[in-house]
């Protein structure tokens, strides 16, 4: 019988038994808790003088039902749109004094609130932050005008072939399981949602037993901490999510096929795998598998398909890893004149070579030190650092950041070969074709 991969929960274990403060990107990181609950990171580097404040509450469209679809979203945009404190557009004309940046985010898994200021300035932004969680305004017409900024970005993605392809494939992929909707949501489900389904989704979810946050940068961690209980330490803590994804997953029992056409000469081809979950073997297995196929002109199909053969005009790869499972893509464009078949036929081949023949130790050597660039790329700044801890800390466990390709190093041929031949089999596989009208 094959070993089962190790879940996250087992890698969580593993990492608890770490020190609690440890070494990322030239930066000292522990993690602390406030006495309402909400967990905060402080990852201290005083290369630069500038400070990165990162908050993120461990809510996205997995939690969501269909009805609701894209609530989460939505009420991204409306946190910018005012308190009795900060009126709407003080939040932007604040950071631009202040010569900052901000920014957020909405994923399955997580919704991040981002500033980046000069370390001589950057406390102000939990001020903001604070006030925001606990006395959003959602005033109505706020909410209507907003709206509409919401639905003409999904009309806008609408228009783009390879969105409209990749959502087929992902609703295909996860039929039973909030992922197969787009975070974004439906017009569907946003064109009825009301205020009040929004406030009851901010009040469920936007308080610190639910919240993590990030400072990382020129600080130290007496002062970030004395500054985070200043600002949070006395919100009432609130209920800690224990909410369940809408659906479950279920195995895919054969190929699903999907077709659709679109006004340009473009042939797109898109095949993807329901796959993990983050920070499972599997997933720093498919690591190294995206690397080996399509990463740099060495890579497998880079070389087939484009260089040699000229198959296709384009070809990337992605392995995404969420909460409770995740996905891995293969998108490629033909060339003027190649048939659709052929260019399918050719990624199959490589794909199903992977399973059975043994991957050289220079292709492992080479995909290794490719990660292992792109780990250290991912912390170049204090904001790269604070996002690389606060998604690894909301997702699964913040240490999983200080791996420095010690679990993609113990990735060899027959992991590879046994991992791709029960997860990227054909059986499982959607394939997805956007063909000339």
Same mark, same amino acid.
């Given at each position: 019988?094959?070993?089962? +991969? =190790?879940s996250?929960r087992?890698?969580?274990?593993?990492?608890?038994?770490k020190?609690s403060t440890m070494?990322?990107g030239?930066?000292?990181?522990? $993690?602390?808790?406030?006495?309402?609950?909400?967990r905060?990171i402080v990852?201290?580097?005083h290369?630069?003088?500038?400070?990165?404040?990162?908050?993120?509450?461990?809510v996205?469209?997995?939690?969501e039902s269909?009805?609701e679809?894209g609530?989460?979203h939505f009420?991204?945009?409306?946190?910018?749109?005012g308190?009795?404190?900060?009126g709407k557009?003080?939040?932007d004309?604040i950071?631009?004094?202040l010569?900052?940046?901000?920014?957020?985010?909405?994923s399955?898994?997580h919704?991040?609130?981002?500033?980046e200021?000069?370390?001589? &300035? !950057?406390?102000?932004?939990l001020?903001? $932050?604070?006030?925001?969680?606990?006395?959003l305004a959602?005033d109505p017409?706020?909410?209507e005008?907003e &709206?509409n900024?919401v *639905?003409?970005?999904?009309?806008?993605?609408?228009?783009?072939?390879?969105?409209v392809?990749?959502?087929k494939?992902?609703t295909a992929m996860?039929?039973?399981?909030s992922?197969?909707?787009?975070?974004?949501?439906y017009p569907?489900?946003?064109i009825p949602?009301?205020?009040d389904?929004?406030?009851r989704?901010y009040?469920k979810?936007?308080?610190p037993?639910?919240a993590t946050l990030?400072?990382?940068g020129?600080?130290?961690k007496r +002062?970030a901490?004395?500054?985070?209980r200043?600002?949070?330490?006395?919100?009432?803590?609130?209920?800690?999510?224990a909410?369940?994804?809408?659906?479950s997953?279920?195995?895919?029992?054969?190929?699903?096929?999907?077709?659709?056409?679109w006004?340009?000469?473009a042939?797109?081809?898109?095949i993807a !795998?329901?796959?993990?979950s983050v920070?499972?073997?599997?997933?720093?297995?498919?690591?190294?598998?995206t690397?080996?196929?399509a990463?740099g002109?060495l890579?497998r199909?880079?070389?087939?398909?484009? *260089?040699?053969?000229g198959?296709?005009?384009?070809?990337s790869i992605?392995?995404?890893?969420?909460?409770d499972?995740?996905?891995?893509w293969i998108?490629?464009?033909?060339?003027?004149d190649?048939e659709?078949?052929? *260019?399918?036929? +050719?990624?199959?081949e490589?794909v +199903? =070579?992977?399973a059975?023949d043994k991957?050289s130790?220079?292709?492992l050597k080479?995909? =290794?030190?490719?990660?292992l660039?792109?780990?250290a790329?991912d912390?170049?700044?204090?904001s790269d650092?604070?996002?690389?801890l606060?998604?690894?800390a909301?997702?699964?466990d913040?240490?999983?950041?200080?791996?420095e390709?010690?679990r993609?190093?113990?990735?060899n041929?027959?992991?590879?070969k046994?991992c791709?031949? =029960?997860l990227?089999?054909?059986?499982?596989?959607v394939v997805g074709?956007c063909?000339?009208?």
């Open positions: 019988m094959r070993a089962p +991969a =190790r996250c087992e890698w969580r274990s593993q990492t608890a038994r020190p070494k990322l030239g930066a000292m990181v522990s $993690e602390s808790r406030l006495k309402n609950g909400m905060v990852a201290e580097r290369t630069d003088p500038v400070v990165s404040s990162l908050l993120m509450y461990k996205g469209s997995r939690y269909e009805v679809a609530v989460s009420l991204e945009h409306m946190m910018f749109k308190t009795p404190s900060f557009g003080e939040v004309r950071t631009t004094e010569g900052g940046h901000n920014n957020a985010f909405t399955y898994d919704t991040g609130y981002w500033f200021m000069a370390s001589d &300035r !950057w406390e102000g932004v001020a903001i $932050e604070a006030d925001r969680m606990q006395n959602l017409a706020e909410f005008a &709206r900024v *639905l003409e970005e999904l009309a806008m993605s609408e228009d783009d072939p390879w969105r392809l990749t959502q494939v992902q996860f039929p039973r399981h992922y197969r909707w787009p975070v974004i949501g569907e489900s946003l949602m009301t205020v389904d929004m406030r989704h009040r979810y936007y308080h037993a639910n990030v400072i990382s020129d600080v130290k +002062a901490l004395a500054a985070a200043k600002y949070f330490g006395e919100i009432a803590p609130g209920e800690e999510n909410s369940k994804p809408y659906g997953f279920s195995e895919p029992v054969g190929e699903t096929r999907i077709g659709m056409t006004e340009d000469p042939k797109r081809l898109c !795998w329901p796959t993990t920070c499972s073997e599997d997933d720093y297995t498919l690591d190294i598998v690397t080996i196929l990463q002109r890579s199909l880079q070389r087939r398909l484009v *260089l040699d053969e198959l296709a005009t384009s070809i992605s392995n995404e890893c969420w909460v499972g995740g996905s891995f998108l490629a464009e033909c060339a003027q190649t659709p078949a052929e *260019l399918e036929r +050719a990624i199959h490589e +199903a =070579r992977l059975t991957v130790a220079a292709e080479r995909a =290794r030190s490719i990660l660039a792109s780990e790329y912390c170049e700044t204090v650092l604070g996002d690389e606060a998604e690894y909301v997702d699964a913040w240490r999983c950041a200080f791996d390709g010690e993609h190093a113990k990735v041929s027959a992991r590879i046994e791709v031949g =029960r990227l089999k054909p059986t499982r596989r074709w063909l000339p009208k």
